[in-house]
């Protein structure tokens, strides 16, 4: 069963312009999503997060869009540039009921490409 | 500082072989964690420690054993791995308190091959 989805397996924007990633869960105990950014046969980097009690976090070119009733989020980047070219993973995190156990769950990943 | 350090960053074991990954981190988080990655695939949690104790361990085959000398160190022990085990091993940490910023951060990953 996903609790994370990524729909989009890849997405391909010009230059310049925005790009639009975007995130589906179905667990509601997640509290905190975070945004990650992977190239190729290295660890993810931490790019933007957000706590379940806001709606909005904005990082430079990066901001994070959070649709509680929805269960979506989205992560924006303006202007896109060809570095940020990369794979892009969607994660959420919640505690057990006992507040003892952390966990952090991955999508599946949307492969952006930014044409020069 | 925000740099979690994995070594080796390529191992190539065989399948009788016993070998250690380490994992260092110095930002004082109390979570550390470890992940698999297949290609194409997201990172898979395998264990989570947790104030240096075993919190979650997902069902991982004993030939991967976790090991926690202090709260800066993780290390995970192979023994007798298959082919299919081969993957990039990710090392994770987190300041592992509830109500306080919980992003994980990664270390660059240990690429693993069985042969």
């Known amino acids: 069963d996903q609790q994370v989805k990524q729909n989009s397996p890849s997405l391909s924007v010009q230059e310049g312009r925005i790009s639009i990633l975007n995130c589906d869960y179905t667990n509601s105990m997640f509290d905190y999503f975070l945004w990650y950014k992977k190239y190729p046969a290295e660890g993810p980097t931490f790019l933007i997060s957000?706590?379940?009690?806001?709606d909005k976090n904005e990082d430079g070119r990066f901001t994070v869009f959070l649709n509680k009733s929805a269960k979506h989020l989205s992560l924006h980047i303006v202007p896109s540039q060809p570095g940020d070219s990369a794979v892009y993973f969607c994660?959420?995190?919640?505690?057990?009921?006992?507040?003892?156990?952390?966990?952090?769950?991955f999508g599946k990943g949307t492969l952006l490409t930014v044409n020069p | 500082d925000t740099e979690v350090t994995q070594t080796p960053k390529h191992l190539v074991m065989g399948m009788t072989n016993k070998k250690s990954l380490k994992c260092e981190q110095h930002m004082g988080h109390r979570a550390m964690y470890w992940y698999k990655q297949k290609a194409k695939k997201p990172p898979e949690l395998m264990f989570v420690y947790s104030y240096e104790k075993l919190s979650i361990n997902e069902s991982v085959p004993s030939r991967f054993s976790p090991e926690c000398p202090n709260s800066s160190l993780l290390n995970l022990h192979l023994h007798a791995l298959q082919p299919e085990d081969s993957a990039l091993y990710l090392c994770?940490?987190?300041?592992?308190?509830?109500?306080?910023?919980?992003?994980?951060?990664f270390g660059q990953g240990t690429r693993l091959t069985v042969v």
């Open positions: 957000i706590s379940s009690i806001k």
């Open positions: 994660a959420a995190s919640g505690w057990n009921s006992g507040g003892s156990n952390y966990k952090l769950t």
């Open positions: 994770a940490s987190s300041q592992g308190d509830r109500g306080r910023n919980t992003e994980a951060f």
